[in-house]
């Protein structure tokens, strides 16, 4: 695969880069008639570049919330967060949607490509919104589909691509604007096993290359993957800990039984 | 993002649901179509009375013999007997407004040449009625003032009578016989008697009579509402042969007047009112036995109803506008709802709230203005239709299309800015979670 053409390759596997996310205190009520949750109770978290996270934790223990408040989705009820240097708390809502835009790429479980709307526009849309000129639009779209190897199905639809098509499509859509980090909720929930290890192949290529990633799973052997991993647990950061060997998942695919996508 | 990108999507989100993007489009179509076809009907309308008013002259003025009011039952003009050649001389005389004036009164009549017969209006009157009419002949000559002082029996007569008694034929030299119908009550009997010394003259009124035709009257067509129908369904004779041969009356139904120019038109009438009061013995505060019409008070009159009809029509078709607008609204709700997902992906990757509305903004906004567009060809093409079948004027100013595309462009905006609005203020979270 070719490598990646971005600014944060220069962090390149330097686990002690500035940090690019630096989360301290953060609370987050939600209230709901009468009753107040506490889905955040204090998480101090700081991200490096060039990192790769796994965080963990059972439904409810805030690890949903928190990826949300990472991904400005979500404002923190208080506390501080600052990502690549600026302090996302104050931001309005258009700015929100600025950095969500450029600092930020999203893949979701349920892949969330539009449907009818081919890999190719699918991968654009994020530059179009970015205001990127029209010539440089479809060209930094072709080059983030062939990173992550779909250089050939360009022109197909949703429904023709397999799940683990698509997803690649959708990392490729989170990689075309070249954000700082990439986000990703529970990215193999939707997928086999063979698929899912297929996807954290391409993760820790990408990350080898310099790029951020944060990922929610569930899974633990999916999250032995990244380089470290986060416990949740009642809205707290119960556990941070390196993982020591990960294993290399273009090795384990070798290890797989081959089956069909279908 | 640029203009064409949203443009796209817009177009591609659009033919998604072909059939309900149609049918929503179909209440624009039918509104702008029914705004263009009937402001159409009622400008040609407009515009036809505008140019028989011009064709008539605007410094005409119309002096007819009154109404009579009887403990308040009013009767229509012509009812009085007061108006009489006199009163003809004295206006001519002493009212310095008026450039010319020529009497007039008429009565029905069937008329026959050869094989063919035709039931039309005669009017008896002098040579100057056409100068003041501004009225040529498209054939022979008007007739001539001797015609008139030697009672002649002598017609000019209208396109439709021609048309109706000639046909292909030379009606010019030709003899028309034409007899007065006996309904007429101010032909009775009685009225010959009351006219001594001509009873000689006075044939019985049922009796035809010859007339040789002079000339044929160039088409007027149909006047302006109120204004006596078909113009060229009229004979034209001199007003004594009129009144000695046929009518036996002396009074005139009307004195057709006209002023030195269009402004001094008020003053004439100013002045031919006070002359008759003061001639008919009126005394103040007693109701006119004649009335004065003045051809500009007529022709804005006209022009006020013709466009009031007008904005009546358009008000009544932007209804449908309206309701086409409502569609937009309701589909674009659903839409919304529909593609909550998607709304939530856009902002995940970075769209504004202000990119989310001018998206679903601008759907609406295609929506209504290709309606708008479809709608002008298709109110162009019933303009057309009522024309041909209908025989209606009509004219479609080309502000009524850019009224219609503006407006059909505003109701677009109007309608869609709600549901945009909701669109663009879904939370992402939420949006995203949808199913």
Known sequence: ?262 | MDFAAILRIAMRALARNKLRSILTSLGIIIGVGAVIAMVGVGQGARQQIQDQISAMGSNILFVGSGSVNRGGTRTGWGNTKTLVQADLQAILRECPAVKAAAPGSNTSAQVVFQNNNWSTRVTGTTPEYFDIRVWPVQQGTIFKEADVESTENVAVIGETVRKNLFGDANPIGQTIRMSVRTSGTSTSSSTSTSSPGSTTQTTTPSTAQPFRVVGVLASKGYSAGGMGGDQDDYIFIPITTLQKKITGDTWLQFIQVSAVSREASFAAQEQIEALLRERHRIRPGQDDDFMVRNLADFAELQDQQAKVLTYLLGFVASISLIVGGIGIMNIMLVSVTERTREIGIRMAIGATEADVQRQFLIEAIVLSGIGGAVGIVLGIITSYVITNVFGWAVLIPPEAIVIAVGFSVAVGVFFGYYPARKAARLDPIEALRYE
């Not at chain 1, 700015?95 to 526009?121: C, H, Y």
């Not at chain 1, 032995?224 to 800990?241: L, M, P």
């Open chain 1, 1 to 262: 695969m070719v490598t990646i053409p971005q600014q944060n390759a220069v962090g390149a596997g330097s686990q002690s880069g500035a940090p690019i996310i630096r989360v301290r205190d953060v609370h987050k009520y939600y209230d709901l008639g009468e009753t107040r949750v506490h889905a955040l109770r204090g998480v101090a978290l700081e991200i490096r570049r060039g990192e790769f996270l796994a965080i963990m934790g059972a439904s409810g223990s805030g690890k949903s919330t928190f990826m949300n408040i990472v991904g400005c989705l979500d404002r923190p009820t208080s506390g501080e967060y600052i990502l690549d240097e600026t302090d996302v708390a104050g931001l309005s809502k258009e700015q929100l949607a600025a950095i969500r835009n450029r600092k930020i790429g999203f893949v979701f479980q349920g892949f969330n490509l539009l449907s009818r709307t081919t890999a190719l526009e699918n991968v654009e849309l994020p530059t179009l919104y970015a205001r990127i000129p029209k010539e440089d639009r479809e060209k930094r779209a072709v080059e983030a589909l062939e990173l992550v190897g779909l250089g050939d199905r360009i022109h197909h639809y949703p429904s023709q691509l397999s799940g683990g098509q698509q997803q690649r499509v959708a990392i490729a859509r989170a990689l075309v604007n070249q954000p700082a980090i990439l986000l990703a909720d529970e990215p193999t929930g939707n997928l086999d096993s063979r698929t899912s290890v297929e996807i954290m192949g391409i993760f820790q290529k990408l990350n080898a290359d310099g790029l951020t990633i944060m990922m929610v799973t569930h899974e633990h052997d999916i999250a032995e993957f990244a380089k470290r991993n986060i416990f949740f647990r009642d809205g707290k950061i119960r556990r941070d800990e390196l993982v020591a060997n990960s294993p290399s998942a273009a090795e384990v695919l070798k290890t797989m039984p081959i089956v069909d996508e279908d």
